[in-house]
């Protein structure tokens, strides 16, 4: 059931230092002095789980949040066994985001992205009567429409044409929710644009990305989950990126559990994956440049084309921008690790084979970069390391349940006129905007 939990916290801001109390769904700065993330203290300064609050919602101490929702799952985090021998590793500890009832693992759209979405929906929002709009690759809109759906909060959620395929669902979704497309040939940057537009209209406001303290916070659960089941910080931080938003979550729940007193004082190193030939944030990390390096946007998408992982395909990341990924590497340290496909394919059948349960290809790309790292002898056998499983079990839902799948009410081209999309949004929710 949903209820409310009022978690004690403030915001600040990473540009100029100053703290607020977190009323308007504040995403930057108030005071727009520079470009940062702002992010959220907690009043408890050691982590409380309370086993008595659902899903998620047992870490409410370290969530910005004032209530529960239905339905949330939480992370999973167990010590392998089997992909652990195979890759000659004692403390490999896998945190698991997905569907593996076995395991206690129930996020039924099979992604972490569900973290994300049961915390943004449960912030304090003073807009909570318009319609909050979010720009995905895939996985992020799938989580957001159920939990939307769920929970009658209107949404307006925009994905490239060529990613519909991960909108899958076993209830119908309510009407609150719509979902429109960029055109085939569109990616994620194309979506993310389309939705800018939507957010022009009176009524529609962003519900932010990784500017949204709720949305790092409730990623970084994956963390809070490894630390309270192994007792103590990992050496490493092994997870596939495209925004580097989750990296960050996890660096700056290091910091929390390092204040905390109780769990160890090292900072996780940050061993972060992409899918080849797409690898933008690799490239800048190398060049040890703060901002992304220029690149073409056609070639951008031909590149899109070709990974398998779709999710990973973020041509403005969480990068440069003070308290982002690269701030979060130069702190803590780590390294950016590139995987094809084949690559990709390889691990995920490694961890069936292993471990016992099928991975979302992001995933995938993730166990195929701690391949890596064992081959080149970046980690030590005795290390303790956090993989960090970001969607799996997909299959296995599947097979237990009948899926069907969304349909965009509404498709548009990747250049659209601002005026027609404002227009035409507006339209598919002149039965809620009041």
């Given at each position: ?8 916290y ?60 239905n ?29 593996w ?28 009567n ?33 990613n ?41 406001y ?15 659960t ?41 769990f ?8 972060v ?10 490239e ?25 992982a ?31 496909n ?12 292993t471990?016992g ?11 195929a ?13 005795d ?6 499983i ?13 899926v ?22 507006k339209?598919?929710?002149?039965n809620?905007?009041?």
């Amino acid at each position: 059931m949903s209820g409310f939990v009022k978690t004690k916290y403030h915001l600040q801001s990473l540009c100029c230092g100053d703290c607020f109390e977190d009323q308007n769904w504040e995403l930057s700065c108030p005071n727009k002095s520079h470009a940062a993330l702002l992010r959220a203290y907690y009043a408890d300064k050691q982590l409380v789980i309370n086993d008595k609050l659902p899903g998620l919602y047992k870490f409410s101490s370290w969530l910005p949040i004032h209530k529960t929702l239905n339905g949330s799952g939480a992370p999973v985090t167990f010590k392998s066994v089997g992909l652990a021998d195979r890759l000659g590793l004692k403390n490999l500890f896998i945190t698991f985001n997905g569907y593996w009832p076995e395991k206690g693992a129930l996020m039924k759209t099979g992604t972490f992205k569900e973290c994300e979405a049961y915390a943004v929906c449960a912030r304090v929002n003073s807009k909570e009567n318009d319609v909050m709009v979010v720009a995905s690759a895939g996985n992020t809109a799938r989580a957001f429409a159920k939990v939307c759906s769920e929970n009658k909060i209107p949404l307006l959620i925009v994905v490239p044409e060529d990613n519909l395929k991960a909108l899958w669902f076993t209830e119908n979704i309510d009407p609150c929710v719509k979902l429109i497309a960029v055109e085939s040939g569109g990616d994620y940057f194309d979506a993310i644009h389309l939705s800018n537009l939507a957010c022009q209209i009176g009524g529609f406001y962003p519900e932010g990305g990784s500017k949204n303290v709720a949305r790092r916070d409730g990623m970084g659960t994956t963390v809070l989950s490894a630390v309270s089941a192994i007792g103590k910080i990992p050496d490493y931080y092994f997870q596939a990126i495209g925004s580097g938003t989750g990296a960050v979550a996890a660096w700056e729940a290091n910091m929390r559990f390092i204040e905390d007193g109780r769990f160890g004082s090292n900072k996780m190193k940050l061993m972060v994956s992409q899918n080849s030939p797409f690898v933008p944030i690799k490239e800048a990390w190398e060049a040890d440049s703060r901002e992304m390096l220029p690149f073409n946007d056609e070639v951008a998408r031909k590149q899109v084309e070709e990974i398998v992982a779709k999710v990973l395909s973020n041509r403005k990341p969480t990068y440069g921008i003070k308290g982002g990924l690269y701030d979060a590497m130069k702190d803590a340290g780590g390294e950016v690790f590139e995987v094809s496909n084949e690559e990709a394919d390889i691990a995920g059948e490694l961890f069936i084979q292993t471990e016992g349960n099928d991975l979302e290809p992001a995933a995938a790309v993730a166990v195929a970069s701690l391949m890596q790292a064992v081959v080149h002898k970046k980690v030590k056998p005795d290390s303790v390391i956090m993989l960090n499983i970001t969607g799996g079990g997909i299959e296995k839902f599947k097979s237990e349940n009948k899926v069907s799948y969304l349909k965009p009410q509404m498709v548009f081209p990747l250049n659209p006129d601002p005026l027609v999309v404002r227009e035409k949004v507006k339209m598919l929710f002149e039965n809620i905007l009041v």
